[in-house]
């Protein structure tokens, strides 16, 4: 029975191999083959904690099996748990240095981490055991580029596009890398790309993406603007306005000055933690990198350890539901402290030592009614930008489903306004110290908006802030390219690049639009 639901799985008859193995696990539920393959169905289906509760029996009960380990790390990692993966991850590869996939897990989890020269480490062991694999070789082309070494990456990602022309992961990497020329090529292998009829979905959106990225170097902004639109159009949203709308009314409702009155003493009081917020392409990246650069200051990333607490708490309600809030409001002083505990533990993983440790994750914004219940000392930088700026800069880059507000020029502009309908209100009500950072004041005066920062956190100035593109640290968000360069002025209003096409954004932003 095992053997006929491998042969299904194989052949993509995922249901009858679920079947097969339901069955064995009837009459043998401690059988750990039978779990183990039924939590990488699991995985396939993208119901990552249902898989690492399926796998860990039979890691139990074989924890010298690596293909276990591997897999339980996979489903870890997928899951938003790189921290628990690696020790799976590490196991497998002690127990079978020549599993492949388990260094190529082992690496991505450092990268998810931001441990740059671990994950290098990692894909180099892999690539030994595999020297011609396109996959792990665009693997370590991402870790350069996270370390800064484009030069490196895209010598890397052309030599991968030169045997696939159609690699995804290799196109978008090199548009990530470097600025192009007239003197590159790369723009007619996009091109060719997308004459194949058989790419579909993410992957033409990607392919799109990236020409769009070349034709704006190029300074051909009306084909660039057409294969920005191409992208959203094959792309694939399921973003409901009028839920996210519901969900800022019912924050506004709930979170005012009352709310926290009555909750005097609530939290833990520790000033460690730091949220850098905002919309995404606002600045966060370059805050962070500025702010990291200072040797009191640890800067831990785009952390996901908020979101998990918002799941503990929504308990399956969706975000914007009326039993989300309630629980919301339900909390006692114990349970706030509760919920902090696993936060501060991750900060203090990631830096022991620190005083301020920069949790950069752009849409903490939407939970900073909770942070304030949590983390009552924390301090918080919104990064603001002009509207046009923001929203164009949001619309012309490759965003994953999560982002699906981007969709459409029209719907960035509704759901800009949300968000600064949200911010305004938190701003005004919360017992949080927000300090309000313009990215065009940054861009104008970097040193003196560099020591109100420091000096917004309680700390000395350190002139190491002024040479944040010096700084030596792993960086994984789109921006990454950008911080490795001193400050320049050319992102300011490059909205009018595309004046012409942006009709729908200035409708829907209304009033907001002055700003721009």
Known sequence: M?????EHQRAGDLRQAENCYQRVLHDRPDHPEASNLLGTLAILAEKYATAARLIEP???????NAMYRNNLGNALLLGGHPEKALRHLRKATALESRMI???????RSYRKLEKGDSALKA?????????????????????LVDLGRMGEATELFRGVLSVEPDNIAAIAGLASARTFTTEDNDLERFEAALTNASLKGGARAAIHSAAGKICDDLKRHDDAFDHYLQAKAVSGSEFRLTDYRRFVDKSVELFAPLFYFARKGFGDTSERPVFVVGMPRSGTTLTEQILASHPKIAGAGELTEMEKIVRQVTNRA?????????????LDGKDAKTLAKPYLSAIHRHSPSAARVIDKMPHNFQSLGLIALLFPNARVVHCMRSPMDNCVSCFTHHFNKAHGYTQTLEMLGLYYREYRRLMAHFTNVLPLRIFELPYEDMIADQEGMSRKLIDFLDLEWDDACLRFHETERTVRTLSRWQVRQPIYTSSVGRWRRYDRHLGPLKEAL???FVEG
């Open 123 to 143: 894909y180099e062991r892999a690539l030994a055991l595999n020297p011609q694999s396109t996959r792990v070789r665009t693997g370590i082309g991402d870790t």
């Open 101 to 107: 996939e388990a260094w190529i897990n082992l690496a």
């Open 510 to 512: 209304g009033d907001l």
């Open 2 to 6: 095992l053997q006929r639901g491998i």
């Open 58 to 64: 039979a890691v139990k009960a074989a924890p010298k």
């Open 318 to 330: 969706k975000i914007d539901s009326d039993a989300y809030f309630k629980r919301i409001g339900a």
